[in-house]
């Protein structure tokens, strides 16, 4: 589907969608408890992938819409076997929270999802199974999926490199707190996408599993069992989505008004940090934390430089804003954004130099040239990414007459209804 959208202003207020993040990790927690209520959860493409895996381990997911609950019952710490192949569709978290779990049955999973996850990274995740007594592989051998996982393991010691994916130590954490032994993580290198562990331990926490950083990496005991007080748990909203709706604000907000972004309270998303790099740059914006608000009217942005080391979701955003902003932006530290849905650094690259952005492109590094771009509505790619389509409709407000771009269903893997809510903050958008 192509979405057309016009050089718009917009204000009002939005709710952002609750967190991608914790709903994977609230209802996998769910299917490795004996069953839980888990409240105010995505309803995506990507988070209904991790509602699959858990019934095809042996657990029952059912919507109460009117209760915005997902009612879960779980495999209490035994998956099954799965009947089928399991497909994980686009959600790389998906796959590497489902690969461990996996791990822990006795026999074997296959997991398979679209062509873009099947060209990600899985194979240190296989090594670390392998090394743990399970065995694991991609079935073309070249690290990627389909993979297929042979159980049971019971735990022991293991290291794995921290620079490619935070979701293989999430991942280890939560099958190992019910393994016998529990799991040992050591890091070979810096862990890249850092606060993705914290969300992980955040939620371990909440469902009454103990796991905790050691000094050189991560360790969870084992013969744990997951239970969260009283029995439910409360997803909070996602800072990577609000990221969209605040950007839209500062480059694009009506004179005298502001975009204000609900459900914005404080947890251990990284991608919080969208609201210090705004500022940063010279942005209006204002978070009130105790009510769960943010604030932003349009500013006159300056270029900055923003480590996404511990953020990568947030670099299409940034970059939006470095094409917005005066001078230079430079982005570093971001070759980790290169093994998403499609590689983000050079899928940016590409599509603001389509609507007329001066980009310059390194391994590490993405710098836009602000003072040299002058965004001008053009056709562009999402490249089946729903964060490349999204950074790029916010582009689309401000560049000069009407972009057209393409692949805007991709939304529905972490924010379904991206489009009206735009729609209703006053923005120019159609689908074509
Ligand atoms: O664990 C998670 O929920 C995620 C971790 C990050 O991935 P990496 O750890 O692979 O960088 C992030 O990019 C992804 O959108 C969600
Ligand atoms: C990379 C992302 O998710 P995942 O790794 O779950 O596919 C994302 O949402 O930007």
């Not at 947890?267 to 500022?279: K, M, P």
């Not at 947030?314 to 290169?338: F, K, M, Q, W």
Request: net charge negative.
């Amino acid at each position: 589907m192509d979405i057309e959208l016009s050089q718009s202003r917009v204000h009002g207020r939005a709710r952002a969608p609750p967190s991608k993040s914790y709903t994977h990790r609230a209802i996998l927690a769910a299917g490795y408890s004996a069953g839980a209520l888990v409240y105010d959860p995505l309803n995506s493409a990507d988070t209904k992938a991790t509602m699959r895996a858990v019934e095809a381990f042996g657990g029952d997911v059912d919507r109460d819409a009117t209760e915005d609950r997902l009612d879960v019952t779980g495999f209490n710490g035994r998956p099954d076997v799965p009947a089928d192949v399991v497909d994980c569709a686009n959600s790389g978290t998906t796959m590497r929270l489902v690969t461990a779990c996996a791990a822990l049955a006795d026999g074997i999973t296959v997991l398979t999802g679209d062509s873009s996850l099947r060209s990600r990274p899985q194979g240190p995740l296989l090594d670390a199974i392998d090394d743990l007594g399970g065995r694991a592989e991609s079935t073309r051998d070249n690290g990627q999926a389909p993979i297929a996982i042979r159980g049971p393991i019971s735990g022991g010691s293991v290291s794995i490199p921290g620079d490619v994916s935070s979701q293989y130590i999430s991942a280890l954490l939560m099958a190992g707190a019910v393994t016998e032994e529990g799991i040992d993580v050591e890091l070979e290198t810096e862990l890249k996408s850092a606060p993705y562990v914290d969300i992980t331990l955040e939620v371990l926490e909440a469902f009454g599993v103990d796991a905790e950083q050691t000094d050189d990496g991560f360790s969870v005991s084992g013969g744990q069992s997951y239970e969260p007080t009283d029995g439910e748990y409360h997803v909070p909203g996602d800072f990577s989505s609000m990221s969209y709706l605040l950007a839209a604000g500062a480059v694009a907000a009506e004179e005298g008004k502001d975009v204000v972004v609900a459900g914005a309270y404080p947890s251990a998303q990284g991608d919080s940090a969208i609201v210090d790099v705004l500022e940063r740059m010279g942005a209006d914006v204002e978070w009130n934390r105790d009510d769960g608000y943010i604030t932003v009217r349009k500013s006159d942005l300056s270029g900055v430089e923003v480590d996404v080391g511990d953020t990568p979701d947030l670099l299409p955003t940034i970059a939006v804003l470095g094409a917005v902003a005066e001078g230079d932006t430079r982005i570093v530290n971001c070759e980790h954004v290169r093994y998403k849905e499609t590689d983000r650094v050079s899928a940016m690259a590409e599509e603001l130099g389509a609507l007329g952005a001066a980009v310059t492109e390194e391994a590490d590094v993405l710098t836009i040239h602000g003072d040299e771009s002058e965004l001008e509505g053009a056709a562009v790619d999402g490249h089946g990414d729903h964060r490349i389509v999204m950074s790029l409709a916010v582009a689309a407000l401000v560049a000069d007459g009407t972009t057209t771009v393409a692949g805007g269903e991709h939304v529905d893997v972490s924010f379904p209804d991206f489009f009206d809510v735009l729609y209703d903050l006053g923005a120019d958008v159609r689908r074509t």
